[in-house]
């Protein structure tokens, strides 16, 4: 038998905020955090606190500067703040520009890029304070390439991964790292009702995708925990696309056919 053993990712004594945590992939990040041994606190807008995390969940709005803080202050009470995760966001209608309305444009952009730059803003007063932090947040392959019909969802997305850009830099000298998840289809409740509205096609996009099937919120979440980690100690900046290979396939058509 071999005397090495193998080190293995852990997250021991860290606090980990994650937003949007009551569904889909930021649940699959809480949970994930926390078989790793974080502490961690839940925040969202449902009602209901999702199982096990009840004595540690805020119900907020990321749009609100006010309900920001208070998931920060809530997370953070006696121990201070590791990590953040921006997990909050809402799907966009994918109808054609023409018939698309403002207030629902607007609305995406406030859920996906108000609502994660006052997470960052926030966390970032802490995690500066403390000189250590690491922020993940999320964007999609739809800030990374065009994406007809998804304009708000889209410019909110290239917003988050570009954001992340200038965080990193105007954070790494205080010791805190800021990195971007882009994820493909993931098989999550919002893009299940995407599909159930008839607005996706399954097999058109699992047929251009190299990994041929969507993600699993559980996949995207072992990549925020890889970023979150001191794994990545050495990394802040990046957007790393958590897609199936989707965003490296430039052919026509079906993978098998291209
Ligand atoms: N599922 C995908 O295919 C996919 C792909 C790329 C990016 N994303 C992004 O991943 C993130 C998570 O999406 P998901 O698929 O898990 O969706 P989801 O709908 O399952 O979960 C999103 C969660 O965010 C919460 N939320 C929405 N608005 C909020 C607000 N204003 N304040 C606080 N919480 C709010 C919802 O209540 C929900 O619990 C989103 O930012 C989404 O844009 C998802």
Not at 213 to 235: T, Y
Request: charged content about 20%; aromatic content about 6%; proline content about 4%.
């Amino acid at each position: 038998m071999s005397d090495i053993s193998t080190p293995s990712i852990s997250l021991k004594g860290k606090t980990a905020l994650v937003t949007g945590g009551a569904s889909g992939i930021g649940l699959a990040v809480a949970r994930r955090f926390r078989e790793l041994g974080a502490q961690v606190c839940v925040a969202d807008l449902a009602e209901q606190p999702p199982e096990g995390f009840e004595p540690d969940y805020v119900r907020g709005d990321v749009c609100s500067e006010a309900d920001v803080s208070r998931m920060v202050e809530q997370t953070a009470k006696g121990t201070g703040l590791d990590i953040a995760v921006c997990c909050a966001g809402i799907a966009d209608e994918l109808v054609p520009t023409l018939e698309q309305d403002i207030v629902t444009w607007q609305r995406v952009l406030d859920v996906s890029l108000r609502g994660t730059y006052l997470v960052c803003r926030e966390s970032g007063r802490r995690m500066l304070a403390q000189g250590r932090g690491s922020i993940v947040t999320i964007a999609s392959i739809t800030a990374l390439v065009g994406f007809p019909r998804r304009n708000a969802y889209g410019a909110s997305k290239a917003g988050v991964a570009h954001m992340t850009r200038s965080l990193a830099c105007e954070w790494g000298g205080s010791g805190v790292r800021v990195n971007c998840i882009a994820p493909g289809y993931t098989a999550t409740p919002m893009v299940e009702q995407v599909l159930e509205r008839g607005r996706l096609d399954e097999k058109r996009i699992t047929t251009r995708t190299p990994l041929a099937r969507f993600g699993k919120p559980v996949e995207v979440a072992n990549a925020a925990v890889f970023l979150a980690s001191d794994w990545a100690s050495f990394i802040t900046g990046v957007v790393l696309p958590v897609d199936g290979g989707w965003t490296a396939f430039g052919g026509s058509g079906d993978i098998a056919t291209a």
